[in-house]
């Protein structure tokens, strides 16, 4: 920061000019006899514009008395003939604009340098100018609070020795040399404070270019230590998420394989005691037995067939997809539990389309399907004691797929559960895991389709989905 002169050294410098436009004027006043006018209004502007206001008014009193005395008639006398007035006063009157012009023009650029120190001090990044020597020419406030340094501190040292770590200095060279050659540079790079510590930051770094020629560097800095460890954070809560997922993944699957074996399993239970019933009967029911023991083996096929499907999921196999006929896997799925609709007393209407359109899928991952969609029609109606436990199943064309419908008599849901019934292990059953829908969903938007489902009326609730088709019926 530069000092401004002080009062006496101002108002000398007016004498020293004005006494320097006397010297001139008179050596020259021979070849140039109103030379003195140039001389001393050049010595008014150049007091007022050093000097400021007061210098410059005083330079003018020096001037006309100089000029009084030495320039206009008659001379070396403190005297004004009356036509020579016009003159001096049109003199006077030059000297007093010049003298306002040179201060004006002096405040107005210490009011510009003033107002770009401010920016230089106030501005959030810190900045340090270098020298082309890497001479510290001049540093900020952040630059003080960033690094340490004062200016004191840093005033005409090389800035790479201050705030350079020593692996980084080659480096920093050959960013120097693309600055000289008038390029700017930008990184993000580790930098030293004063007591030795390093600061993630980053550096901008452009040159001072004047005629043509680079005259020093500026460097911007800008602390990104908060930024960093709050990346280094989120990555490592990312990692934790992620860990969490896969726990979380691997209790879906968990439930998923208990909810899709649960099934099978509790059918397999149910035949078993039924046919320990019926030969235990007088005389035993060998045909019943014979036939719940049917119904064991094809559950257990079916559960053997649901561990393979997840072996294979979990083998990265593709799922066998092939040409299924809907209405098939509707009529095997309620032959299947035929007893368990008998034991709760529920009848099931079909109507199915007549020659309906082959889709592409799994078989059994299909049936397992209609098996959540029936099962949960059945839990529905199981508290229903008003009417009739009545399901209807409805299979049709449509546009270009096939839609399967199960409507059952039941209590419907709340409005609340309008929107969750879909999400994982959501359940108002008080022994349910919540994963029928959600998986459910996930098979038939596998199969390119859409499972929804909608409030009957007045009661009851229809559940919807839709299979592409996979060529035109004949």
Known sequence: MKLAPSAAFRYLSAIV????????????????PDGFLVFFLGAVMAAGWYGRTGAGLFAVVLS??????????PYQAFVVELDELPYFLTFLLSAVVTS????????????????????????????????????????????????????KDVLNRPSTNLIVPEHLKSSTVEARERLYLGQHVSLETVRQRKNGTLVDVSEVSFPVIASGKCLAYY??????????????????????????????????????????????IGAIVTNGDAAVRWLGQQPPGVGDAREALDCIVRDANRAAEVIGRIRSLLAKTGTPMVKTDV?????????????ELHRRGATVTTHLAHRLPPVLGDRVQLQQVMLNLIMNGLDAMSLVNDRERQ???????????????????????????????????F????????????????????????????????????????????EKPI
């Open 391 to 425: 399901m209807e199943i409805r299979s049709m064309e449509k546009g270009d797929g096939v839609l399967v419908e199960v409507q059952d008599a039941g209590s419907g849901w709340e409005d609340q559960h309008s929107t969750s019934m879909f999400e994982p292990f």
């Open 64 to 73: 006309m008395v100089v000029v009084d005395y030495f320039f206009i008639a």
């Open 100 to 151: 306002w012009l040179g201060s004006a023009r002096r405040q107005a650029e210490e009011r510009q340098q003033a107002h770009l120190d401010e920016l230089f001090e106030q501005t959030p990044d810190a900045i340090m100018l270098v020298g082309l020597e890497d001479n510290v020419l001049r540093i900020n406030r952040e630059f003080t609070r960033i690094f340490g340094y004062t200016p």
């Open 327 to 339: 209405n098939e896997v509707i009529r095997e799925v309620l032959l299947l539990m035929e007893h």
């Open 427 to 470: 359940t108002t059953k008080e022994s349910g895991i919540g994963m029928g829908l959600t998986i459910s969903r996930s098979i038939i938007e596998a199969h390119g389709g859409r499972l929804w489902a909608e409030r009957g009326t007045p009661y009851g609730a229809t559940m919807r989905f839709s299979l592409p088709m996979t």
């Open 17 to 32: 000019f004005v006494a320097v436009a006397t010297g001139l004027s008179l050596l020259l006043r021979p070849a140039l």
């Open 219 to 264: 460097l911007v800095f800008r602390d990104i230590s908060r930024s960093k460890r709050a990346i280094e954070e989120l990555q490592s809560a990312q990692g934790e998420l992620a860990h969490l997922s896969r726990i979380t993944t691997m209790g879906e699957l968990a439930a998923s394989i208990a909810h899709e074996i649960n099934q099978p």
